[in-house]
């Protein structure tokens, strides 16, 4: 054991009381155990950031069973301060995660936990993991920018897999996931598209991306945007495409996307309506599109984690750009309310310390 671990730890657990306008989490004090297991690790959180998940959870909409109670949050980045006896990847003073879904450590097992679901989430001020389920983080990051990288970052990564260079993606929205994945795709020679509802978040992004011009399309302004896609794309159609709207978007993401190209859906953030999904099938067939959804991705593995830390830092790639709020830990019930209304573009983040 390396220092004296601290007795208790801060951790807001969710209230599981899904009124509009009542606190969706609760700031309690809980025991740490007395004693490392010997293969885990003493974990200080610096900084958490929110995914759309974390408000769908704590306003009960989300579409898989959770733990009641639970702690929410499944990105943290922090540094180990006290290691078990028995550890042997990770030591005191690195600079880690944990990763999202913890029985998914290759991208091959079998079983499934999601943090903030199946078992407790990050958003306390100290944890406690297996060292197996915890990745190291790249150390030229500052901790706001770090703690983007374990769910929003490795699901952006995970979703961009089997295009390259000079090919084009259509990335839905400008929440979290989606401006991680822009990032990626202009820094791997992508062309990318995005869709938003903002035409000032729009703006925004043109200024913040000028060279090359960013194309976007307003998908509020042109309900079959699709058409703009392809004016975009001279009638091929995109490679590949973020998918974060599911069943509300998905016919005209198959529409925008070009014959074999790819769909990786990753979310569901509009209303799900199965009538929406009537020309599904002949469209598949029709567009010969690899529907892949999310690459059965719950965000990626450890191996994922790895590999997308690695190829940040060959470019020391920064993530402060895509940052949009940052509350103190105390208010950790109005940044769930800040992603919830859908105000940012890019991450919001929670600062422990
Ligand atoms: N499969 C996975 O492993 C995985 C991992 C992470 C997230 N997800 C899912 O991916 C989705 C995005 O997550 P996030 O954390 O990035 O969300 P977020 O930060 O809350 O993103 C919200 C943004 O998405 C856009 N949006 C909302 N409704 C839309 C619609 N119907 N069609 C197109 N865009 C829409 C809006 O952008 P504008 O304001 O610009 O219109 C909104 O601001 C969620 O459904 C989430 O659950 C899945």
Not at 221 to 236: A, D, F, S
Request: charged residues 25%; negative net charge; contains cysteine.
């Amino acid at each position: 054991m390396s220092e004296a671990i601290p007795s208790t730890r801060r951790a807001f657990r969710r209230t599981d009381d899904f009124t509009q306008g009542s606190a969706k989490v609760k700031l309690v004090t809980e025991n740490l155990p007395a004693s490392l297991p010997p293969t885990s690790v003493l974990i200080k959180v610096h900084t958490i950031s929110l995914n759309y998940r974390d408000a769908n959870i704590a306003n009960g909409g989300n579409p898989w069973p959770v733990i009641p109670y639970g702690i929410p949050c499944n990105d943290a980045a922090g540094e180990v301060v006290a290691a078990g006896s028995r550890t042997i990847n990770l030591k005191v003073g690195d600079r880690v995660a944990p990763i999202v879904d913890t029985e998914n450590l290759t991208g091959r097992e079998n079983a499934r936990s999601w943090l903030a679901a199946d078992e407790d989430g990050v958003l306390a001020d100290y944890l406690v993991f297996d060292e197996r389920k915890v990745s190291r983080l790249p150390s030229y990051l500052s901790w706001e920018e770090a703690c983007l990288i374990p769910c929003a970052g490795v699901t952006a990564w995970s979703a961009l897999k089997g295009v390259g260079f000079g090919q084009s993606v259509l990335i839905q929205g400008t929440g979290g996931v989606s401006m991680f994945a822009l990032k990626l795709a202009r820094a791997s020679g992508l062309r990318a598209i995005v869709t938003s509802s903002s035409d000032k978040k729009m703006k925004a992004l043109q200024d913040r991306y000028s060279n090359p011009p960013l194309s976007t399309v307003n998908y509020a302004t042109y309900p079959e945007w699709h058409r703009k896609v392809l004016e975009i794309t001279n009638g091929v159609g995109v490679d590949l495409v973020i998918e974060v709207g599911g069943s509300q978007t998905l016919i005209e993401s198959l529409k925008s996307t070009r014959r074999g190209g790819v769909i990786s859906q990753v979310g569901y953030l509009g209303k799900q309506n199965a009538k929406d999904l009537d020309e599904l099938v002949p469209l598949l067939i029709d567009r010969r599109v690899n529907l892949s959804v999310s690459r059965g991705i719950n965000a990626g593995s450890k191996q994922d984690l790895d590999d997308l830390c690695d190829a940040m830092s060959a470019v020391e790639m920064h993530l402060d750009d895509i940052i949009d709020f940052r509350f103190p830990f105390d208010d950790a019930d109005e940044a769930i309310e800040y992603v919830w209304q859908g105000k940012q573009v890019g991450k919001v983040v929670v600062e422990v310390d």
